[in-house]
Structures are given as C-alpha cells and as structure tokens.
C-alpha cells in the first residue's frame, strides 16, 4: 500500500527522496503510474512528484531547443516555436490527457504509446539525466533502449531545430483521433540539390522500445530524393523492426503496413 | 502511512483536507467534499468520464493525487452549474437529446467547458478532438457534437447580446 | 428530427399517434447535465467495507486449497468469504421462470471453470486494504484441460457438474425446429448454398462499471443500492441464495450508467448482502473497470452454419441451420438466448422446409449472457448475409430477393405461428424510395397484407 507522496522543489531533493524513501519510483503526469495504482499494486509504496522540482518549461533559443522533463504535452502544443510538432502531439491520445502528461514521461510509456519519443529519436535529441554523481548526457535513442538506474532522474531533453520542412511525422491509428499506433514514423531528412545528404528515421509500435531505421536512412543516403527511391529504401524498414500482436494490431500487420508507412511519412502522401 | 492536510479552492471555496497518501482527486471530491456529479469510470485514464477543470484546464481526476496539486482552483460539475436555471452548455446538452444514461454527461460537459472557453468558434472537428477522451456508449456521439456545437452559438449570442 | 410516416397500415391503427414522432424533454436529462443523477455509487455509508474479489488466474483448474493467512494479517482486512460462507450456493439466474439445473456457484467449491471466476472474497476497511490482501490470497489448482471451441466441445469430455457441455432441452441436445422436409427441399432446389457465420464475444463496456452497496438496517431488512438492470430478478435470486425471505431485502435502483443489457446477472449483489449480513456493516462491491472487461458477460460467440436450397428464380425453398451459442463456462441467460436465436430462424422469410438444430453450449471462457437482442443479432448478422450471398451467386438485386422471400400477413412460420402484422415489404420499399432505387413493378406493389398471384 502507498505510504508517501513526496513532493520535492528541487532535482537533488528528489533524488534524495528516491534514495532515502523506501519502494520510492518517479511520479511525472501519471498517465501511466498511477492506474497501476489505482488498480493495487506491490511494485512501489512511494511516489516522488516531480510536478513542483522545477522541471517544466521550453527554452528555443538560436537553433536549440530545450524541454523540461516535466513539461506536459499540452504546453509543447501551445509553443508556436515547436510548431512542427503539433501535428505530432495532435496524435497523442486525447488533449485532457496531454494536459497531464510529460515529456519526460513519454520516454517511459511501453509500446505502442510514446509517439513524442519517436519525434525525439529522429530529431537527435539528448537526455540529461541526473544522477548520484552528477550528470550526464546522452542520446534520447539510448535512454530508451538502456533505461536509466534507480535513483537517476530525466530532467530535460534538447535537440536542434530541424531546418524548415525537414521534420517528417505519419502515425497510422485504428480512429481518428487518440489511438495508440500501428506504426508511428518520424523523420528529419535533408536535402541538397535533389539528393538526400542525411537522414534520421524512428519507428514507434514495432519494437519493444522506439527504434532507429538505420537500414532506411543507410539506403536513402546519398539517393535522389524521388518516389521510387524512396519506396525502394522505404522497404528497408522492415530490417529494423520487431514487432508484436497487440490489442490494436497483429505483427503481421505491422511488418505490412510499416514500409507503406515509412514512405507516406517520407514523402508527405 | 502519513495523512497530510491539502488545500484546494473547489468551486470557488477554499478546502481543506485531510487525505491519505495517493488519494485522487475524484475520491476527495466524491467522497470527502460530496461531489458526486464526477463520475469514476475506469480509474485508468481511458474514459474521460471523471474528467474536471484543475486550474482552468481539464483532467482526469482519477490520476491526480492531490498532494500533488496543493493549491489548484478545480472547477467541477457543480460548480458549472448556475444558481438558477442551466449553463448554456447544460441547456445545449438538455434541449439537443445530447444524455442518455448520463453517466459520461458531467465530463464531457466540463470537456466543452474548456474547449469554448478556449475557442469560441470550434469547428466539428475541433469538437470531436476535444472530446476524443472522452467515451459514451449510448449516444453514438453525434447529438453530444451537436449540442457543444449548439452551446457554442448560445455563449457567443449571448456575450453579444450582453455586449450590444 | 423527420416526422413519422403514418400513412402506412392507417386502417390497421386504432388510436392516433400523439407522442411518437414527436420530441419529448427526457425526464432524466435535467439531472444527468447537472451531474445530480443519482448512481447508486452516490450514495454513501459510513463505516463501508469495501469487497474485493480473488479471482481465477486458470481457466479450468481444481482448487486444491486457498491460503488466506497472509491476507488477513493486511492491515484492515476484517473477513474473507467462501463458498462456505454461502447459504445455497448453487443457483441459476433463470430458475425463477423454471429453468434448471442450478449450474453455477455463487463462489466455486472444488474447481474454477473460466479465468477470472471469482474465488473468494476480501472485506476491508478500505479499497485499498481490500486490494493488497486480495493479492495476498494463495489459491493452489490443479489445470484441467480448457476446452474454447464450441463444437470441440460438444464431443470433449463433461466438465460440467451436470454431465454435459450442452444444455438440456427437454431431452435433446439442442433446441430444435423442424417444419416441412429440408433434404426434399434441397433435392428439389437448383441450387445448394452453404456459408458458415462466426461472431466474437462482445463486452458492452458501460461506462458505469458493474457494483452495488449493501447496507443492514435497524429493521434487520438488507438495503442494496445497485446497478442491476434487472431489480426483480435480482431481488428474487438473492433471497434464493441467502435463505431468507424476499421481504428481508430491498432493491434501490433503475439509474443505470449504461447496461445494454450487461447488468441483468445476479453476480454483485447476493456477496455484498452476505458480507453485510455477516458483518452487519455496509458493504460496497465494485466492478473494476479491468474487472468490467474480463468477467462481465459479454455478448455470447455464436458460429452459424445455413444451408439454403434455392431455385433460380430467387425463392428460398429450404433452409437448414446449425447454430451453436457459446454460453461460457455458466448458462446464465444463455439458455433463453439459444431459444430466441431458434425462434427466429429462418428469418423473416417465408420458407416451406426449415430445419433448426440450435446448440446451448458450455466452453471454459467468460459466461457470455444478456446484450441487445442477444440470440437474434448475430443471426441476423448470419442470415442478411447469407441473403446477400445467394443474391450475389443469381446476380439478382438483393433488396428484390429479399421482396420475393419476405413473410406475409397469413404465412405460417417455421415454429408455427402465424404471421401477423408483417411489415418487411413495406419498410424494404421505403429504404429503396429513401435511397433513390427503383424497385421492378411487380416488387413495388407488393404488400404485407395479402400474397399477390
């Protein structure tokens, strides 16, 4: 049974709650945490609120953006410098659940959810993660995939601005609106005369955790940005996924549809 | 376990209360404060239907703990309501068939709140994103759209007619 | 909202229509937009206890012995009930109108039959007290094999305690129609068109989840606030399984949030009366919303077989039907939802050869019971479909087809009753007029009331 909630007003003072609090584990939004409460449970018997430990707001400045960890999703939408996001977060379950959950909780949330962290993937973003010895920064993509130890505390993520018209996002849904994915793609292509000069793709709903397409971006490199080439690299997709039958769709169905998918969002079709 | 005293502002009153740890909103408005037009549905997050405005914006009560909103202004069904008569989304919800068994009603009317609130003009479009979060499984939806459509006009005709 | 169109059968019709057609204010509106509407969630005790349930995590298995020491040591835990707390354990929802055997227990004895079937039940001071020590409860099984197939299990060996995998009408295996002579039908038929129909279980999924608080009174009558959309049989059933006399219990409610027919099981109820009785303390059972989803019987899975011998002018001469309902591990309302789906085969066709072998039967998943027009839906599902099937094969137009076969004032259905106030051809032309499709001359001037030629 719950026995705290601990409300800290300051990164180091939630860490000192995470390590002095007995069964203590990271409330952000609670989207996730807490049904698993409602619902009874022996896995955590404290709850250390990061809503008052400074974590929350949005800094763009020349060509860099930075995201506090507990910044919710409704207040990425309202920041017209991230416009190229909206149609992203427009996706993300419904606006009253964006009004309470978190940036750095999106990084958390299991597959097929956690469509924000897929954006960040392909954006390059870096997590900066407090820890007992200070902090450290790494890409969001390792964060993902490695976790973070107990104790260690996500506080903000940045990333470049992507140039005009670079950013890339589709998500295929069963409705139209809040729907978890069948597959999400989101991209940052860059072109010079015609031709690819870089690419980075991630994937959302077709792996344990959202995944890098290198075996997509490796094919487009360096290839005329056109139809066929990129329906041909599109198919690629397929190298770089694991997916798995879910309520909403079959893993066969995913590993179908996802180079369709990949190339819709490539292409804006 | 540790009970802790928490302030709220409910419906324009100052509240305190003493709450267990992890106490959700929805338990201390139903239970404690007696308001009982917010619904528990699925204490997931799923259904929208024990949806409130916390600090003008809306959320889902059952995944609030209220230590964590210490001094939040939360506006719910009740305090909706008018002295006399009906909100005028109340009276769209009323006059447009837009309740059935009216258990979703409470949230989805704080949904449109907010929305109008927000943007006067919604589109249809506008109207069934916002209330995307919300589930009812006897309307079908349409007359819900409709009705937040209809309470849109009425709020904008009657903030004219107050301003002619 | 359009007008009714009352000019259709005016003769027939003795008064006018003065209320339907028109809008009229819901009673209940002004307190649903107001959030006044009282659930029985809203009312509230003192000194509630709160009931969780332990539930199967097998979907057959012998219960070879629950640990409750662990439990009960939860801070706040007051009682765990078993079976062997129940009176008369043993009940059926529809023996109140005759049906039997008694085939489900109100808490299993010896053996769970699908998973999440409840097991036993924690009374504690608080939802979450009542939750921990439910997690707390070691229930020890021994796996049986489950059987999920319908027709698999018509042949697999008897899992239920009364011998078979089927219920029993009146001596046969299924519920059966026989009217004319199906195989002389389609030896006579120019063709033979056979499909099979398969549907999913179906969770109705209110948003007000399932629940009911039982309160003792000073009269030492019992008050339960409940959900149920069925207060009588609930009621009923109650006294049954608590042995106590109907006028010791008193049902409040009517105010549903959502049922769709997924709140007429006597599940809640006769355990949140039991643990008030036993503790003489208000006690509240409610449905999670995961609760809801898993064991609240849904809409039942029905596999449907129709063979139709048809000749080549669209007339349906034979239809014979093999239909199996899956009831889930418990009949509940099943029985009667296998008995409507034989009634209403062949559809409302007229058809001189039916045969109906309708099958009640028992597989280890979740009881599947009452849902809008249970028994009927998925039939119809199976029999439009099965329509346009045979239109398609004789590129015939299916609303022309279904003209041609569509029952008359004066024919004689298949369970032998004769039609009376049909109405097919007429709400069939109004869909062709509506949807701007001319219909043949012969199929426009058809009518309900007489057989022309």
Redesign the interface.
């Known amino acids: ?5 601990a ?1 800290p007003g300051s990164v180091p003072e939630a860490q000192r709650f995470l390590s002095n609090l007995e069964g203590a584990i990271i ?1 952000a939004g ?2 996730v945490v ?2 698993v ?4 449970t ?1 896995a955590f018997t404290s ?1 250390v ?1 990061l ?2 430990a400074g974590l929350s707001g949005i800094s763009v400045e020349t060509g860099k953006t930075t995201i506090g960890a507990a910044t919710t999703l ?1 207040e990425l939408e309202d920041e017209k410098a991230l416009a190229f996001l909206h149609p992203a977060l ?1 996706t993300i ?5 964006r ?2 959950a978190t940036a750095g909780g999106n990084l958390f949330v299991k597959q097929p959810y956690g469509d924000l962290t897929v954006c960040l993937i392909a954006l390059g973003a870096a997590a900066t993660i407090a820890g007992a010895k200070g902090e450290r920064i790494e890409p969001v993509e390792q964060t993902v995939s490695s976790g973070v130890k107990a104790g260690e505390i996500v506080t903000q993520v940045s990333f470049a601005m992507p140039a005009k018209d670079a950013f890339k996002f589709t998500k295929a849904t069963r409705k ?3 729907s978890a994915a069948i597959v999400t793609v989101a991209a940052v292509v860059v072109l010079e005369g015609g031709v690819v000069s870089s690419a980075r793709i991630a994937l959302g709903g077709v792996a344990k955790t959202p995944v890098r397409a290198t075996s997509v971006e490796k094919a487009l490199t360096g290839k005329l940005f056109d139809r066929a080439h990129v329906e041909a690299a599109a198919k690629e997709a397929l190298k770089d996924i694991d997916p798995a039958d879910d309520a909403y769709a079959s893993a066969w169905y995913r590993a179908r549809v996802t180079p369709v998918h990949v190339r819709r969002a490539l292409l804006g079709e | 376990m540790k009970h802790s005293v928490v302030s709220l502002t409910i419906n324009g009153a100052e509240r305190q209360m003493l709450v267990a740890p992890g106490s959700t909103l929805i338990d201390v408005l139903r239970e404690s404060q007696g308001l009982t037009g917010t619904r528990r549905g699925c204490e997931q997050g799923a259904c929208g239907t024990c949806t409130v405005l916390v600090d003008g914006k809306t959320a889902m009560s059952c995944m609030l703990p209220v230590e964590t909103i210490e001094g939040a202004h939360v506006e719910t069904i009740e305090g909706l309501t008018p002295p006399q008569g009906l909100h005028p989304i109340q009276e769209a919800f009323l006059q447009g068939f837009a309740t059935q068994c009216g258990f979703c009603t409470s949230g989805m009317i704080m949904v449109a709140a907010a929305l109008l609130a927000k943007n006067p003009n919604p589109s249809r479009e506008d109207v069934v994103r916002a209330i995307s979060g919300n589930i009812c499984r006897c309307t079908g939806y349409e007359a819900i759209i409709d009705a937040i459509l209809d309470a849109a006009v009425r709020i904008r005709s009657a903030a004219h007619a107050e301003a002619a | 909202m359009e007008k009714i169109d009352t000019s259709f059968f005016a003769k027939e019709r003795e008064a006018e229509l003065s209320v339907v057609g028109e809008s009229v204010q819901r009673a209940d509106a002004r307190g649903h937009v107001t959030g006044r509407t009282q659930f029985y969630e809203d009312v509230t005790f003192p000194n509630t206890l709160h009931l969780k349930m332990v539930r199967s995590t097998r979907h057959h298995a012998l219960i070879k012995g629950i640990d409750t020491e662990a439990a009960m040591k939860v801070p706040g835990v007051v009682r765990i009930l078993t079976h062997k707390d129940v009176p008369n354990n043993w009940y059926t929802i529809l023996k109140l109108i005759g049906v039997g055997p008694d085939d489900e227990p109100v808490l299993p004895e010896d053996r769970v039959l699908f998973m999440g079937e409840q097991i036993c039940a924690v009374l504690a001071e608080t939802p979450q007290a009542a939750l921990e020590a439910a997690r707390r409860v070691v229930v020890d099984y021994e796996d049986l094999p489950p059987v999920f197939d319908v027709e698999a299990a018509m042949t697999s060996t008897p899992f239920k305690k009364d011998g078979t995998n089927y219920f029993v009408y009146e001596g046969h295996n299924c519920r059966r129609i026989r009217f004319g002579d199906v195989e002389k039908g389609f030896a006579e038929a120019d063709h033979v068109i056979e499909h099979r129909y398969e549907s999913s279980p179906i969770e109705h999924a209110p948003t007000e989840t399932t629940g009911c608080t039982a309160k003792p009174e000073g009269n030492g009558r019992i008050t339960i606030y409940s959900n149920t959309q069925a207060l009588y049989f609930t009621l009923d059933n109650m006294a049954l399984i608590l042995g106590v006399p109907f006028n010791k219990l008193r049902l409040v409610g009517g105010t549903v949030g959502g049922g769709f027919g997924g709140k007429v099981d006597v599940i809640v109820e006769p355990i949140a009366a039991l643990g008030a009785m036993l503790t003489n303390r208000p006690v509240k059972y409610a449905y999670s919303r995961a609760e809801e989803m898993q064991v609240s019987s849904p809409r039942a899975a029905e596999r449907i077989y129709i063979k139709d011998g048809v000749m080549k002018d669209g007339r349906i001469i034979a239809r014979k039907i093999t239909l199996y309902v899956d009831a889930g591990a418990y009949c509940r309302h099943s029985t009667y939802g296998t008995t409507k789906a034989a009634a209403h085969m062949p559809g409302p066709y007229t058809i001189p050869n039916v045969h109906v072998d309708a099958y009640c039967v028992y597989t280890n998943r979740t009881p599947s019971s009452a849902m809008r027009g249970f028994g009927v839906t998925i039939g119809d599902f199976a029999l439009e479909s099965q329509m346009d099937q045979i239109a398609r094969f004789l590129d015939m137009d299916p609303m022309e087809l279904r003209l041609l076969n569509a029952y008359r004032d004066g024919d004689m259905k298949a369970h032998r009753k004769k039609v009376d106030g049909a109405a097919l051809v007429e709400v069939i032309q109004a869909a062709a007029r509506q949807t701007g499709k001319q219909l043949a001359p012969r199929f426009a001037k058809m009518s309900s009331m007489t057989r022309e030629g």
Not at chain 1, 1 to 5: F, R
């Open positions: 049974m719950l026995q705290t909630v409300m409330l609670g989207t807490m049904p409460l409602n619902y009874g022996d709850l609120s809503r008052k409704t427009d379950a419904s606006p009253t659940i009004n309470m139209a609106f809040n």
